[in-house]
């Protein structure tokens, strides 16, 4: 075998494994038991709504959870509030669903203690074509190559320009999700 084709063989196998041990596992989101809601202030009551069509990418790996990648992708339009007071939320003052149709949180690295279930995740939502750091915290637990997270955050809602000029609306819009999801085989 000639000098060239032996190190061509050493990089291709060398990459090979490489890519091979990079990959955390891949966990599926079980929609039917995973919410992803957020409460607002509307004068003093509060107001819950829900998304309805989100996906949530999750590569983990328990191991060496500063390595994991998480990418949530929210279908605006699938918005809905539990107050007929709050029934303009998709309109262009506030979500904009038809401007901007898809909201993005990602994060890579997650903060979690296996011991206590603690966990924290930096990121960055992007939500009618603005990103800004969200971080949200909570706790993840895995038995049984199954995981369950129930996380909450705080969505400062004019840094995202929803809503500017409604002072009867808190500033403050607590996310709340709960993410159900099995480790793929």
């Known amino acids: ?21 990079a ?23 509060e107001i819950v709504g829900a998304f309805a069509d989100w996906t949530a990418e999750i590569d ?52 979690w203690s296996p011991d206590t279930g603690a966990l924290d995740v930096n990121g960055t939502l992007t939500l009618r074509d603005i990103a800004a750091p969200l971080v949200l915290s909570g706790t993840l637990n895995i038995a049984d190559g199954r995981g369950e997270a129930d996380i909450t955050g705080v969505i400062l809602r004019l840094t995202h320009d929803v809503g500017i000029g409604q002072d009867a609306v808190g500033a403050e819009v607590l996310l709340r999700a709960r993410v159900v999801a099995a480790a793929e085989d």
Request: aromatic share 6%.
């Open 1 to 21: 075998m000639t000098r060239i084709r032996k190190t061509l063989i050493g990089i291709l196998a060398a990459a090979a494994t490489l890519s091979g041990a």
């Open 23 to 45: 990959a955390d596992p891949l966990w599926i989101m079980e929609r039917d038991e995973s919410a992803l809601e957020f409460v607002i202030d509307l004068g003093g009551s």
């Open 60 to 111: 983990f790996d328990p191991a060496i959870p500063g390595n994991a990648s998480l990418r949530v992708e929210i279908n605006m339009q699938s918005v809905s509030v539990d107050d007929p007071r709050a029934q303009a939320l998709g309109d262009t003052t506030w979500l904009s669903v038809e401007d901007h149709p898809t909201a993005v949180f990602a994060a890579t690295g997650f903060d």
